[in-house]
């Protein structure tokens, strides 16, 4: 393997490190309302705190939880999740159909 395909797993396990326990905590008690709200609403690319202002006052858990279910199922996609860090910038838009 070439160093840039290693590294680029270490960016996927950290990150994913940090989405699994959203995923966790809220799987019992999915909110599949605000999934479908937050695909309506990614209908252009949006980064991480765009998608959680636009859905306050609701808990920025529950939206990251409902937001990361719709990644981990592929309905939207973060390009840089592979290269760049978690965090607030990280673009979110749908999968292409």
Do not use: C
Request: charged share 30%.
């Amino acid at each position: 393997m070439r160093r840039a395909d290693l590294m680029a797993f270490d960016r996927r396990i950290d990150n994913w490190s940090q989405i699994v326990p959203y995923r966790v905590s809220f799987a019992r008690y999915p909110d599949g309302r605000l999934q479908k709200e937050i695909f309506d609403w990614l209908e252009k690319p949006h980064r991480l705190e765009r998608i959680e202002e636009a859905f306050h006052p609701l808990d920025v858990a529950g939206v990251r939880a409902a937001l990361f279910e719709l990644l981990a199922t592929g309905k939207i996609i973060a390009p840089d999740l592979d290269s760049m860090p978690l965090g607030l910038t990280t673009m979110f838009r749908r999968a292409a159909k």
